[in-house]
T-cell receptor
Framework: DVKVTQSSRYLVKRTGEKVFLECVQD?????MFWYRQDPGLGLRLIYF???????EKGDIPEGYSVSREKKERFSLILESASTNQTSMYLC????????????FGPGTRLTVT | QKEVEQNSGPLSVPEGAIASLNCTYS??????FFWYRQYSGKSPELIMF????GDKEDGRFTAQLNKASQYVSLLIRDSQPSDSATYLC?????????FGTGTRLLVSP
């Protein structure tokens, strides 16, 4: 079974802090993704990566950056957290193309106060 | 027009009934279609995918695809209370999946 893990289930940060969200997958998947999920807005793609050190912007990249130094690990960085970044953050991975079936981690509920 | 349209629900069905979940999409280039189930407070889990027009059955689940009408549906036969969740439709887009906001299904005992 594919296993995608995320570093924290719940996180509370203050406005202006730099926030790191970590994601690790154990199935040698090429592609990894970061989404945020908000009520009424569904899942929105922030960034994805199709290879080590490669990244592509998704639909809402503003205020975020990512890092993929190793194939199994994909990090989401909030350079200066703001209250409108309070959300559920979900990491996913897929074997081949970005449009192939994706497997999700458990999510991180981030609250920025 | 949204890229993916789903009725937010809730769709309420009694235990044992057939639940029918519908999804329309705008990108005629979409080739594959995925259905995810998401329990409250949990992450989405893949339950089915379909590539070709017609029906695809997997246990109590049947996915139906009509590319000409840009319509995909998920039927759940013999619905169980444990099927109560939000169901997300996700057609493929360029380099990514495009998720609908989901339909909430409630199955009452």
């Amino acid at each position: 079974d594919v296993k995608v893990t995320q570093s924290s289930r719940y996180l509370v940060k203050r406005t202006g802090e730099k926030v790191f969200l970590e994601c690790v997958q154990d199935m040698d998947h090429e592609n990894m993704f970061w989404y945020r999920q908000d009520p009424g807005l569904g899942l929105r793609l922030i960034y994805f990566s199709y290879d080590v050190k490669m990244k592509e912007k998704g639909d809402i990249p503003e205020g975020y950056s990512v890092s993929r130094e190793k194939k199994e690990r994909f990090s989401l960085i909030l350079e200066s957290a703001s209250t409108n970044q309070t959300s559920m953050y979900l990491c996913a991975s897929s074997l081949w193309l970005a449009s192939y079936e994706q497997y999700f981690g458990p999510g991180t509920r981030l609250t920025v106060t | 027009q949204k890229e993916v349209e789903q009725n937010s629900g809730p769709l309420s069905v009694p235990e044992g009934a057939i639940a029918s979940l519908n999804c329309t999409y705008s990108d005629r280039g979409s080739q594959s279609f995925f259905w995810y189930r998401q329990y409250s407070g949990k992450s989405p889990e893949l339950i089915m995918f379909i590539y070709s027009n017609g029906d695809k059955e997997d246990g109590r689940f049947t996915a139906q695809l009509n590319k000409a009408s840009q319509y995909v549906s998920l039927l759940i036969r013999d619905s169980q209370p444990s099927d109560s969740a939000t169901y997300l439709c996700a057609p493929t887009g360029f380099q990514k999946l495009v998720f609908g906001t989901g339909t909430r299904l409630l199955v009452s005992p």
